[in-house]
């Protein structure tokens, strides 16, 4: 739910345009009667957040039948509290995001969504599964080495926006359980999660069925060769692997965190298709990928 954070300057409502920011709001303004927004929101179940939980719908409805012309919605994130400043930062970087995802698991009462940042989440030992957004351009596949690094046994579930099946199947091989486009509906949010919590994977049909192929038919590696290319920093890492170095060592020798060094080799089983390091330094060896000193 972070991945705005830094992108979007709270002060700036263009940031948040840039971002498909009010996409709805242009669609309630334009194509919805205001008795049929309301009736979206009563539909939604969305609640305040306070001890209350007063339904948002019946706030709208008892606000729209006032005779004021002008009426104002104020939303208070910050009530003082050391857990307040994450729904802070939230609200900062993608302000209606939060408040989305809490409505879509009201009523679900054993899932409970919360904000945290990629570096928080491998200290969260209570966060069973992730939420990871793949938008605004980043290393999608650099983070999930990451987590998966950090946290092996995190369940990952990609959203984003027109995926194609390719980048879903890569997401897949690199260790994600699950795709769901951000507009389908609350339903599918809800099916996907709890059907990856169980220890299986959401994914199209079709992207289920090619990466199947590509398994039966060369198994190790889920793309072809001429897909898999090493950056210089990854192949430094395979070197030093491949002589026994530690991640500690490696990181010494290389100037890097022993955090950084475990998302390298993370990211690199992920990439030829091995579990372990042993494994990834037998295949260095037999498949040429190290230099002979």
């Keep these: 739910m972070l991945e705005n954070s830094g992108a979007i300057d709270p002060e700036r409502i263009e940031d948040y345009i840039a971002h498909d920011g009010y996409l709805a709001l242009v669609t309630a303004i334009t194509e919805m009667t205001p008795p049929q927004v309301i009736q979206q929101v009563v539909a939604s179940g969305l609640r ?8 948002t719908g019946l706030k709208w409805s008892t606000v729209a039948k006032t005779g004021e012309q002008e009426k104002y919605v104020i939303c208070n994130a910050d009530e003082g509290d050391p857990g ?16 989305g995802f809490r409505a879509l698991f009201e009523s679900e009462p054993d899932l409970e969504p919360m904000a945290a940042s990629i570096a928080d989440i491998a200290n969260l030992k209570d966060v069973e599964l992730v939420l990871l957004g793949s938008r605004n351009g980043q290393n999608l596949f650099d983070v999930m080495a ?41 339903a599918e949010f809800i099916q996907a999660i709890r059907i990856v919590n169980q220890g ?23 793309f072809p060769a ?3 290319a090493f950056t210089d920093r990854e192949k430094e890492v395979l070197e030093l692997l491949v002589v026994g170095r530690s991640n500690k060592e490696v990181g010494a020798v290389l100037g890097i965190e022993e955090r950084t060094v475990k998302a ?30």
């Design 146 to 186: 990451g987590l998966k690094a950090a946290r092996p046994d995190l369940r990952i579930i990609v959203t984003g926006s027109g995926a194609d099946d390719e980048t879903i199947l890569k997401a897949v091989a690199a260790g994600a359980k699950g795709y769901v486009e951000e507009g389908a509906a609350p």
């Design 48 to 55: 305040g957040r306070g001890g209350a939980g007063y339904p």
């Design 84 to 99: 307040a400043f994450m729904d802070r930062a939230v609200l900062e970087s993608d302000p209606l995001r939060y408040v």
């Design 264 to 293: 390298h080799v993370a990211k690199l089983m992920r990439k030829v298709g091995v579990q372990n390091r042993i494994a990834l330094s037998v295949h260095a060896i037999t498949h040429g990928l190290v230099t002979n000193k």
């Design 226 to 228: 001429g897909r898999v």
């Design 200 to 222: 299986s994977v959401w994914a199209p049909r079709r992207v289920l069925s090619t990466f199947i192929e590509r398994v039966s038919s060369s198994p190790g590696r889920i």
